[in-house]
């Protein structure tokens, strides 16, 4: 069984649509995470969610808008999207310190 | 500010031959210390940490990292390298909270 999934593994969309990509993770964690991965590899948090509610929000435009329907999902939906939001999203869930990620979803905008 | 440096953005070594990566992060009172691998297009695993304790830590497939707070460093360690190895290493810090704040990798390579 997968511990933290992630849908779909690859996206590839033109500017200015707006979608969603999904987590689910079924380790129990009472938090959950998206990370945006660059072209560089450089590894940033965008969200933390604690039992569906939000806990760390870092300098994310607001186009992106995380949802959290139950503590084991935590979905993210992008707005507009632009060239730059190109990138690898790896959610993950925590316990005690110690992250899990999911196999990352790999977004291109054209 | 809160930070974590890999001096190394690279590293080529050749099979069998030891290697080290390095890890520096900004000092804090409480800190927990963790190393991901990252293979091609995979996401990434968990390879040791550090939460308290012994300093020495190690890893299921030969890997060991240090804590040393007075150089503020947790560096990664093999004494022989596989092709296997071959990928992204990242340290990671998490001070106290539940954000985990990650290295700019290091790209291990490993040849025959």
């Known amino acids: 069984d997968t511990a933290v999934s992630q849908t779909p593994k690859y996206l590839v969309t033109q500017m200015g649509n707006d979608k969603s990509i999904k987590c689910e993770q079924n380790l129990g964690h009472d938090t959950m995470y998206w990370y945006k991965q660059d072209s560089k590899k450089f590894l940033k948090i965008m969200f933390s969610?604690?039992?569906?509610?939000?806990?760390i929000n870092e300098t994310v435009p607001n186009r992106f808008s995380p949802k959290s329907p139950d503590k084991a999902h935590l979905n993210l939906h992008i707005n507009s999207l632009e060239l730059g939001d190109s990138a690898v999203y790896f959610c993950?869930?925590?316990?005690?310190?110690?992250?899990?990620f999911g196999q990352g979803t790999r977004l291109t905008v054209v | 500010a809160q930070s974590v440096t890999q001096l190394d953005s690279q590293v080529p070594v050749f099979e069998e031959a030891p290697v080290e990566l390095r890890c520096n992060y900004s000092s804090s009172v409480s800190v927990y210390l963790f190393w991901y691998v990252q293979y091609p297009n995979q996401g990434l695993q968990l390879l040791l940490k550090?939460?308290?304790?012994?300093?020495l830590v190690e890893s299921i497939n030969g890997f060991e990292a240090e804590f040393n707070k007075s150089q503020t460093s947790f560096h990664l360690r093999k004494p022989s390298v596989h092709i296997s190895d071959t990928a992204e290493y990242f340290c990671?810090?998490?001070?106290?909270?539940?954000?985990?704040?990650f290295g700019t990798g290091t790209r291990l390579q490993v040849f025959p």
């Open positions: 550090y939460l308290s304790g012994s300093t």
């Open positions: 969610y604690n039992n569906k509610e939000l806990i």
């Open positions: 990671a810090v998490s001070y106290n909270t539940d954000k985990l704040i």
């Open positions: 993950a869930s925590s316990y005690s310190s110690e992250a899990f």
